[in-house]
């Protein structure tokens, strides 16, 4: 795996960010991870929201796997197949970054 200063001279024009993983597994050791991701863009979301209504899961990890840096992406398919639900944990970070954790009021006028 690059540094991360490798990775920002390879990728100058992406917004990176790295998501620490930490998984406890069944005989209780943690197991720590880390991936690198590119900021979603529109046309990342739209394709997911486009395919969640029919295949979700398919849907999350296809986003995923469209974001993640090419250094990461054989590593993080493993882990999904290991941890089946780890994608929507991780999905849930990324779409904070493109607003889908901001906090939004209703006040009926």
Not at 65 to 91: K, N, S, W
């Amino acid at each position: 795996m690059l540094s991360v200063d490798e990775m920002k001279s390879k990728y100058p024009d992406k917004q990176l960010y790295r998501v620490p993983i930490t998984i406890e597994s069944e005989d209780g050791q943690e197991i720590k991870k880390e991936f690198y991701f590119e900021k979603p863009k529109t046309i990342d979301i739209d394709r997911l929201l486009k395919e969640i209504g029919t295949r979700p899961s398919v849907a999350i990890k296809n986003y995923l796997l469209g974001l993640v840096l090419e250094e990461c992406r054989t590593d993080l398919e493993a882990v999904f197949r290991e941890y089946p639900m780890l994608h929507t944990q991780i999905a849930d970070k990324l779409n904070g970054l493109a607003g889908g954790n901001a906090f939004v009021d209703l006040k009926k006028l």
